[in-house]
């Protein structure tokens, strides 16, 4: 009797455990994107999924803007971003990467965009959140899926100065430069002496 009651006890835990683990989600090595960057630049962000269901599985990748009312145009950052590859299958054990290219608009005004707080993507302050990047996927061959939503924010930065470099390079070099321009005058003076002596001549 002990017996079949602990084989029917197996059985049922069996059951119970192999549809939850046919459709465990794909692990994600990151839970959410807090970039910055400058009008008109690009940045790029590498997401790894890792496979955790012991069956192959396809998914894909797409931008989810979560509308609250009350939001402006810089809550909507979709439009900004681009994942490649777009499409994937993935086995148990296998990690693939992914890069998400976040294209900074040269118009977009220095300040937060994709949600309300740089904390949104933080437990907690789901409510700040409005940009997603959403990874979904089934067993190969099925139709439930599964995946996660991950919270994109941009903090744009002011332009810098465009002699901010020139600036950098005098500081680092002041000596050099320093240098250079008294060789630059010492020369010049004997040139103009030795000159001078050849007009008298």
């Not at 009350?70 to 054990?93: F, H, L, N, V």
């Not at 933080?122 to 979904?136: C, D, L, N, P």
């Not at 061959?141 to 924010?153: D, F, Q």
Request: aromatic share 8%; glycine share 6%; charged share 25%.
């Amino acid at each position: 009797m002990y017996y079949k009651n602990t084989t029917l006890l197996l059985l049922l835990l069996g059951l119970l455990f192999i549809p939850i683990s046919a459709v465990l989600a794909t692990s994600v090595d990151r839970m959410w994107l807090n970039l910055e960057g400058f009008p008109g630049k690009t940045i790029e962000q590498e997401i790894t999924l890792e496979g955790d269901s012991s069956q192959e599985k396809s998914g894909f990748w797409y931008t989810h803007y979560k509308k609250v009312d009350g939001d402006d145009d810089r809550m909507d950052i979709t439009s900004w971003i681009a994942i490649e590859p777009k499409d994937y299958t993935i086995k148990q054990g296998e990690t693939k990467v992914f890069t998400i290219k976040v294209k900074i608009p040269k118009d977009a005004k220095p300040g937060l965009c994709g949600a309300t707080s740089e904390e949104a993507g933080k437990e907690g302050h789901s409510a700040e959140r409005r940009t997603y990047i959403v990874f979904k996927d089934a067993l190969a061959g099925g139709n439930v899926y599964s995946g996660l939503l991950l919270p994109v924010s941009v903090k744009v930065l002011k332009s810098p100065n465009p002699l901010v470099p020139v600036i950098n390079f005098v500081k680092q070099n002041i000596m050099t430069i320093v240098l250079s321009i008294v060789i630059i005058v010492l020369l010049a003076m004997l040139l103009l002496k030795r000159r001078k002596q050849v007009s008298k001549k």
